[in-house]
């Protein structure tokens, strides 16, 4: 009998990322329960008051401070917790000391729920992923990460900037790292079934390779934008996690751009990073075939090679 309450989330961590994504949380509607956890206890009571003051202009809800022993129910469990990315610091820069925070972290999820679905959100993503999954032994389905999400609704934030269209006619994908190796998978990107470059072309713009470069570029430089301007980035991740929880919680059977670990596909294994998938009340149901030319496929497998060394390193020189 599962002991899992579906109304129930909770947040570990909560810095930046942590609160912004329980605000979003709560407003909402998904949830009738949430805890936040984190190290400076005092700071976890603050957000669950300040965050709570909201209660009356949304829907009924508790939300308090725990422990990891408040969490033995929860049907999502969150984790932003992490040392946070400086600027000039890339993703992969922080990965030794949040692989270090994650050694104590997952072991006291793992202890006191074997049910939840883990969502990583701290960075690096994909590596902490694969962390996550070797450290709380969960089945591989009910533990991954954001991954590209926000990369992917940045790329069709810009695009349809760029051609002045509604973003959510926009579908395209931003697959491999969240990070320096990410890749804008060009070849199956659409506006509403039109292919991207017929589409430009309509809206009077030719020089599609110079456009393709400058967008790509301009998504992966984003958050250096954003932390160099306010020193972090939380709100477009804060959605994110509201939709990938959305996901998972109305047994959507959504498609979105995950962190998973990878097994085979496109020669690709035992690493984790993103690619589209079928999101629903199990996790990680079944990953999704995109097209991709053989310069995507290549650049995707750069990315693979990337994240397999950082991962691999890291997991085993911390446990020596």
């Known amino acids: 009998m599962s ?13 930046f990322v942590g609160a ?13 329960e949430m805890v936040l956890i984190d190290a400076d206890r005092l700071k976890a009571e603050g957000e669950a008051l300040d965050i709570s003051h909201g209660l009356p202009f949304a829907k009924p809800m508790t939300i308090y401070a725990g ?11 969150i984790v932003t917790a992490g040392a946070g990315q400086k600027p000039g610091e890339t993703r992969l820069d922080l990965v030794k000391k949040n692989v270090g925070i994650f050694r104590s972290i997952i072991p006291q999820i793992a202890e006191n729920n074997k049910e939840a679905i883990l969502l990583i959100v701290a960075n690096p993503v994909d590596v902490l992923t694969y962390a996550a999954a070797k450290l709380s032994g969960y089945p591989e389905n009910r533990v991954f990460g954001s991954g590209t999400v926000l990369d992917s609704a940045r790329l069709k934030f810009i695009l349809g900037e760029h051609l002045d269209v509604d973003s959510r006619s926009v579908h395209a994908f931003i697959i491999g790292e969240h990070g320096d190796s990410e890749i804008a998978a060009w070849s199956s990107a659409n506006v509403s079934g039109i292919p991207i470059n017929n589409f430009c072309e309509m809206r009077g713009h030719y020089n599609h390779q110079a456009a393709m470069k400058k967008i ?60 589209p998938a079928i999101v629903g009340k199990n996790g990680v149901e079944s990953s999704v075939p995109i097209d991709l030319s053989y310069f995507e496929q290549q650049e995707l497998r750069k990315s693979a090679d990337t994240l397999h060394a950082v991962i691999h390193d890291v997991m085993e020189t911390e446990e020596e």
């Open 20 to 32: 912004a994504s329980a605000f979003a949380l709560m407003q909402s509607g998904l949830f009738s």
């Open 3 to 15: 002991s899992i309450n579906n109304r129930k989330v909770a947040i570990v961590g909560c810095g």
């Open 67 to 77: 422990d990891y022993k408040d969490l033995s129910d929860a049907a999502i469990i």
């Open 216 to 275: 790509a570029e301009d998504v992966k430089n984003s958050a250096y934008e954003i932390i160099e301007k306010k020193h972090a980035t939380y709100y477009g991740i804060a959605m994110s996690v509201k939709r990938i929880c959305e996901a998972i919680m109305r047994d959507e059977k959504s498609i979105l751009p995950v962190s998973f670990i990878q097994h085979g596909s496109l020669g690709i294994n035992d690493v984790a990073l993103s690619m």
